[in-house]
Nanobody, 128 residues
Framework: QVQLVESGGGLVLAGGSLRLSCAAS????????MGWFRQAPEKEREFVSG????????TYADSVKGRFTISRDNAKNTVYLQMNSLKPEDTAVYYC?????????????????????WGQGTPVTVSS
């Protein structure tokens, strides 16, 4: 199982930007589709964005489409989430996750149950 560590969260004013990183270790990173989820206080964990093994296919939740960009660097075993035009409703703990899709290179995974590894989360607070 791959281990994941997120970083880059913090406090930002509305309209600002943050870049989250998720470093993977202990597995063959390029075998995994990667995703970002978030969980706000007293709310369910929700899908934010996903990317396939090679990085050529991505998907986004409607709430972040056009503002967030997911990318990955397989040479660095890292997935990123660039977050622009942040809003107070983006405040949450952000988690990255890995889904083994070794034989399904085009697959972008969006269901939480399909992810086998999770990071510990990094908090993002957007103040108005």
């Amino acid at each position: 199982q791959v281990q994941l560590v997120e970083s880059g969260g913090g406090l930002v004013l509305a309209g600002g930007s943050l870049r989250l990183s998720c470093a993977a270790s202990g597995g063959i990173f390029s075998w995994y589709s990667m995703g970002w989820f978030r969980q706000a206080p007293e709310k369910e964990r929700e899908f934010v964005s996903g990317i396939n093994r090679g990085g050529g296919r991505t998907t986004y939740a409607d709430s972040v489409k056009g503002r967030f960009t997911i990318s990955r660097d397989n040479a660095k075993n890292t997935v990123y989430l660039q977050m622009n035009s942040l809003k107070p409703e983006d405040t949450a703990v952000y988690y990255c996750a890995a889904a083994l899709t070794r034989f399904r290179p085009d697959e972008v995974v969006w269901r939480p149950d399909d992810y086998s590894s999770w990071g510990q989360g990094t908090p993002v607070t957007v103040s108005s």
